[in-house]
């Protein structure tokens, strides 16, 4: 079964950090730039963060820029998002996705900037984030 799994989401105090890790099973992610996007009840899916497909160029919405790192291990099909000083706002479900172009041709730096970059997605984490 082609899928992405998500972990490590949870319930976290203002100012404190999570790491949430998502799985490939099935599924070819190591050509392919990967990225976290988020949605929060009652607002449209939104980009957070990307990768290239070897890890050297990455991309951050500019509402997580210095707080949130994306990193992979291409060695075991693991993509991980860090989260520290983590803010009320952050509170969404938190998706892996796979961006839709092999290698990441096409994209400036190779990696997906928006939503309709991707096409794989997990089954979402929640992350709540509590003032």
């Known amino acids: 079964q082609v899928q992405l799994v998500e972990s490590g989401g949870g319930l976290v105090q203002a100012g404190g950090s999570l790491r949430l890790s998502c799985a490939a099973n099935g599924l070819t992610t190591s050509t392919y730039a990967m990225g976290w996007c988020r949605q929060a009840p009652g607002k449209e899916r939104e980009f957070v963060a990307s990768?290239?497909?070897?890890?050297?160029?990455?991309y951050y919405a500019d509402s997580v820029k210095g707080r949130f790192t994306i990193s992979r291990n291409n060695a075991n099909n693991t993509v991980y998002l860090q989260m520290n000083s983590l803010k009320p706002e952050d509170t969404a479900v938190y998706y892996c996705?796979?961006?839709?172009?092999?290698?990441?041709?096409?994209?400036?730096?190779?990696?997906?900037?928006?939503?309709?970059?991707?096409?794989?997605w997990g089954q979402g984490t929640q992350v709540t984030v509590s003032s």
């Open positions: 990768i290239s497909y070897v890890g050297g160029r990455q």
């Open positions: 996705a796979r961006g839709r172009r092999l290698l990441g041709i096409g994209w400036s730096d190779g990696v997906p900037k928006s939503t309709a970059d991707y096409d794989y």
